[in-house]
């Protein structure tokens, strides 16, 4: 179990240093998926249906979403 938790840790670490070089466009797509992705496993789990299915569509529009929104941040 300590073993997992230093993981998750380091692998949330180095997630952070590496979106330090992103534009605001990229990284408004992928927390815009991250959170889809996660809304969307738990909408579709609680209804009944497939996870990985609500997850996937859920990344896909929170990632569109995500982009839009970063690009009309900028303009």
Do not use: P, R
Not at 16 to 44: K, W
């Amino acid at each position: 179990m300590k073993n997992i938790k230093y993981s998750l840790i380091v692998i949330a670490l180095a997630s952070t240093v590496g979106c330090t070089n992103m534009s605001n466009e990229e990284q408004g797509t992928l927390t815009g998926a991250g959170i889809g992705a996660a809304a969307g496993a738990a909408i579709s789990s609680l209804s009944g249906g497939s996870g990985w299915t609500g997850a996937v569509v859920g990344a896909v529009a929170g990632g569109v979403i995500g982009n839009i929104k970063a690009k009309d941040e900028n303009n």
